[in-house]
């Protein structure tokens, strides 16, 4: 509970920060511009994004819906799923001949901040709990388990960002909270980059006046 409290400090802080930046202009016609003031459907969006990743050694496929809302033309909030899976083959020199097979699943939040339309930064809280198997082959042991773990995704990411429009991105992330359990960590417990490509779509698009 401290953590997730001390993470809304964080995004209230970076909000703070950029809202004394001049916001990126609104790439729509006059008509399609929001108005201030109270809340708009068609600022609604849904959406996600997808993970795969592959090295000599590893392997990883995840995807990730979202839904959430354009507070403004720089600023996007809302919530989001995590599904990923994730193996490490056995090797002697890589991981002391280790087999690991895990799936995670979790929710977040997160708060995506545009300092200008095609740029965005990311700051993402979660919770995930882990399925994990483990087989060393050096001794034919293998262990299983569930374990459950808090995390803080800082990324940075590119898309061009419309409101009331389709908008895909691409970003590219890591784990911030020191968490030795954090699915976004390698058997050897270093930090595995967190590559996402998605889209977003709006519910309604803005109504144009006649």
């Not at 490490?88 to 001949?97: G, H, I, L, V």
């Amino acid at each position: 509970m401290k953590k997730i409290m001390l993470l809304g400090l964080v995004v209230m802080c970076v909000s703070s920060v950029f809202a004394q930046m001049k916001p990126p202009t609104y790439q729509g016609t006059a008509e399609d511009e929001p108005a201030g003031g109270g809340f708009k459907k068609e600022n609604i969006f849904a959406g996600g994004s997808i993970a795969l990743g592959y090295s000599g050694y590893t392997f990883s496929v995840g995807g990730n819906p979202e839904i959430g809302y354009s507070l403004n033309p720089w600023l996007d909030a809302g919530v989001v799923v995590n599904l990923n899976y994730y193996s490490e083959r056995a090797d002697p020199y890589y991981n002391q001949n280790v087999r690991l097979r895990q799936f995670n699943y979790g929710a977040g939040v997160f708060a995506r901040v545009y300092p200008v339309n095609f740029l965005f930064i990311q700051i993402q809280p979660e919770q995930n709990w882990i399925h994990y198997n483990q087989k060393d082959f050096n001794y034919g042991n293998s262990i299983s388990g569930t374990l459950n773990s808090f995390s803080l995704i800082g990324a940075i990411g590119y898309g061009q960002h419309l409101v009331g429009q389709a908008n895909s991105f691409i970003m590219v992330g890591v784990d911030l909270a020191n968490n030795a359990h954090s699915p976004y960590r390698n058997n050897n417990g270093s930090v595995v980059p967190i590559v996402r490509a998605g889209f977003d779509f709006y519910f309604n698009k803005p109504s144009r006046k006649k």
